[in-house]
């Protein structure tokens, strides 16, 4: 029970250290105004037309190079895994390394539910007070889905008429906010593995690699082998626009969460075994 007690307020501790953190706020003022820029011109379009916006546009949104935009601000949050600081050796030696690490990894899967929570709401705000609640898709996202020539070139959020034909819009929105979750939890799992076992800054760059590889498998990659690409790029699974949700050839959403669910547990396992073994230089953390 002691040991719970460590873990959670560890975890808790990294959290208040957001209020003190310019760097947190920097993600969420530039997330708001990002998806307020994005969002802006479809919904200038709706009040054009006079049909309010419903509040699904959360599953549309991460379309390249939207996607990797938010990957990078994921990135960003969780660069300094594990989240060593000045205070970290009174509180590594109190708890112990392997409470402490293991607060690290809740800390991790909290911080991305906050994120993910706080994309989901700023996507539904920005749209005010062109948005008005709906069970349906709406006859704007209906519209533009089988024809997106309908809007301006200036609207930059594309809806895909798979999504709409297979998925009601609240279950598609609950799978994409999962999904968004899962993959924002997986790179700050993969930045902290490769941070501890490598080398600081090593998990950026291997997190930095994965973006790169999301958006070259919408490009060069797509055209060089196929689909076969999005099953290696579990970046590109942020957006459930690359999943099969019919016959076609793209990953199955179950494949997705198997091996996001697989890797996730491998590095923090691997994490973990280093962290509490390793010789660390404590006095350089900062």
């Not at 820029?37 to 390249?64: A, D, K, M």
């Not at 700023?122 to 749209?127: A, E, G, M, R, Y």
């Amino acid at each position: 029970m002691d040991d719970v007690k460590s873990v959670l307020l560890c975890s808790q501790i990294n959290l208040k250290k957001w209020f003190v953190n310019p760097r947190i706020y920097t993600i969420f003022i530039v997330t708001f105004a990002f998806l307020f820029y994005h969002s802006y011109e479809l919904s200038r379009f709706s009040r054009e037309v006079g049909h309010n916006l419903t509040p699904w546009i959360f599953p549309h949104l991460f379309t390249p190079p939207v996607l990797q935009v938010f990957a990078f601000l994921v990135i960003l949050l969780f660069c300094d895994a594990p989240f060593k600081d000045h205070h970290a050796p009174f509180v590594i030696i109190r708890t112990g390394r392997k409470n402490w690490m293991i607060s690290q990894l809740v800390y991790l899967v909290w911080a991305s539910i906050i994120f993910t929570l706080f994309t989901f709401v700023t996507s539904v705000v920005v749209l005010l007070p062109s948005v008005q609640f709906s069970l349906e898709w709406g006859i704007v996202i209906e519209s533009l889905a089988h024809d997106v020539t309908l809007a301006p070139e200036t609207v930059t959020i594309f809806f895909n008429p798979n999504l709409l034909t297979q998925l009601t819009p609240i279950a598609a929105t609950t799978i994409s906010v999962f999904y968004f979750f899962l993959v924002t939890l997986f790179i700050g799992v993969v930045i902290l593995c490769f941070n501890t076992v490598l080398a600081k800054t090593a998990g950026i760059v291997v997190a930095g690699i994965l973006v790169a590889v999301s958006l070259f498998s919408n490009y060069l990659g797509f055209f060089s082998i196929g689909y076969l690409i999005y099953y290696l790029s579990p970046i590109s699974w942020m957006s459930i626009s690359t999943f099969n949700w019919d016959d076609g050839q793209l990953p199955a959403p179950s494949y997705a969460l198997i091996t996001l669910l697989i890797a996730i547990l491998v590095m923090s396992g691997a994490a973990y075994k280093v962290f509490i073994r390793k010789d660390m230089d404590l006095k350089g953390s900062g």
